[in-house]
């Protein structure tokens, strides 16, 4: 199996990443934004086709410019159709993260190995992502977790910032979570859409280690003040998740 970049604590205890989303960022003012939220993990790079999802956001030129001043790996999350016709453009702008939709995909094991080969050859080392709307079943990643370095469970329909976190995808963390700590596995799990300091800690008990948050970060005039909290809130809820489910075992 080809390791993942990054090295973690081990495969029960990853890391606790905030991954603010800039969707909900002055994007007229994003050199000042990208700075208030440098004591972030990741910076979250939403990419919306306007097929795949209605809106329309940003693509490989914007990227390679957000990727000049950022001092954080960029968590690129790719919302359109036929993302394989685009992987190399968005890797060579600068995605050391790169999401694809499960349902954006029907060979969603050539993809993810895709990624990985155009990495390779463009001597970049890229976390791979599978992205998951809330309606699709962690079934779809049961036979390529091998292939995969992140896995975003959408707690939102993509698209938009600023929607409701949906608690009915919580038991697929939980599955995604418990297979991978079965399997000895070092994958993350992100969530993405309506997470902030009301539910992170759902979120991160059920097994999520990387929590995407646009508005609930965006909105504060004190970001590091925010990232520090929801940072602390996912930790000790992981945590607990984490020695519940040793319990159970
Ligand atoms: C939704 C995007 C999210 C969005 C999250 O399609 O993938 O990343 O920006 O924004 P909030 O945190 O405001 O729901
Ligand atoms: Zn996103």
Redesign the pocket.
Known sequence: MTKPARRQNDETRPEILISP?I??SNFVDLANELRSIESADLI?V?V?DGHF?P?LTIGPPVIEAIKKVATRPLDV?L?IERPELSLAAYIKAGADILGVHAEACPHLHGTLGQIRAIARDQGRTVRTCAVLNPSTPAEVLEYVLDGVDQILV?T????????S?IPAVLPKIEKLRGWIERRGLAIDIEV?????MKNIALAASAGANVF??????FEQQDRKRTIDDLRRAGREAYVAGALERAKGR
């Open positions: 989303s969707l909900a979250h939403d919306m999802v809106n999350h919302m959408m939102v329909n993509p698209g938009f910032g600023g929607q976190f993405d859409g309506g997470i902030g995407v948050a646009g508005t609930a970060v």
